[in-house]
């Protein structure tokens, strides 16, 4: 089983700057891809940004330009810096993970962005 722990996130006034953690552990495997995805006040889950084996990121076109993923599979380790945030940058922040250990999604934390 795979376990995804996040940490971060809060409250911040728009124009201000957050970093997301995230870890994956137990019986992780090799990592074909691990980044974010989001979910804003009652809309569906969207993706932020996602790493792929071999280093590959795509970015949604929403936060291109502010928001940077780093980390590596090697320490099973993804962080989101997010830049220039704006009200529509408030939700749900989920780190997902994709291995051969199966799918696994972290519980998730608050992002607000509100002045």
């Known amino acids: 089983q795979v376990q995804v722990v996040e940490s971060g996130g809060g409250a911040v006034q728009p124009g201000g700057s957050l970093r997301l953690s995230c870890t994956a552990s137990?019986?992780?495997?090799?990592?074909?891809?691990m980044g974010w995805f989001r979910q804003p006040p009652e809309k569906e889950r969207e993706l932020v940004g996602l790493?792929?084996?071999?280093?590959?990121?795509d970015y949604a076109d929403s936060v291109k330009g502010r928001f940077t993923i780093s980390g590596d599979n090697a320490h099973r380790t993804v962080f989101l810096d997010m830049n220039s945030l704006k009200p529509e940058d408030t939700a749900v922040y989920f780190c997902?993970?994709?291995?051969?250990?199966?799918?696994?999604w972290g519980q998730g934390t608050q992002v607000t962005v509100s002045s």
């Open positions: 137990g019986r992780v495997g090799s990592i074909a891809a």
């Open positions: 790493r792929r084996n071999g280093g590959l990121i």
């Open positions: 997902y993970v994709y291995s051969t250990g199966g799918a696994a």
